[in-house]
């Protein structure tokens, strides 16, 4: 009986679970990690943080949405277990936030993506800040179970 009110407990009480899953897309060649953001409120979209990789090209990080559009200019802050970066090289697509590198905001040291996820994946949670002329919005995601979704990214070929 113990046991079952302590797997109770961490499930349903404090929430742990994983928020991340691996996708193989056979259909378009590509394999992908993808980690969902939880907001406090309802947001009329879901947000996802999405790691993937093809045939064609390298690795890629994107934070995906409706909330993105081509011709709008975004701030966007990873706080990562109370260590703040901030995106600073990136790519604005319909739908997609493309991040290439991120800067530590304390120590302005750079990161490229390969660099970042080593970060990303040591991680317990993320909140994800985004701002841009209109609004901004905040989510968290919980990182546990995203260290295996990244790592099956990185290590898998795409077929």
Do not use: P
Not at 11 to 40: D, P
Not at 49 to 77: A, C, H, M, N, P
Not at 84 to 97: D, L
């Amino acid at each position: 009986m113990k046991k079952i009110f302590v797997l109770f407990h961490l499930f349903f009480l404090n929430k742990i679970y994983s928020q991340w899953e691996y996708i193989s897309n056979k259909s378009e060649n590509k394999i992908e990690a993808v980690g969902k953001v939880v907001f406090n409120e309802k947001f009329k979209d879901s947000i996802i943080f999405k790691l993937s990789k093809s045939r064609d090209l390298e690795l890629s990080f994107s934070i995906e949405g409706d909330f993105f559009q081509e011709d709008e200019t975004y701030y966007v802050i990873l706080d990562i277990s109370e260590r703040k970066f901030k995106a600073s090289k990136a790519k604005v697509e319909t739908g997609k936030y493309i991040i290439c590198e991120i800067k530590d905001m304390v120590n302005s040291e750079r990161f490229e993506l390969e660099d970042f996820l080593k970060i990303f994946k040591m991680g317990e949670s993320l909140v994800l800040t985004v701002r841009n002329n209109l609004k901004v919005i905040q989510g968290v995601n919980q990182l546990i179970g995203s260290t295996t979704a990244i790592n099956r990214v990185i290590t898998n070929k795409v077929l």
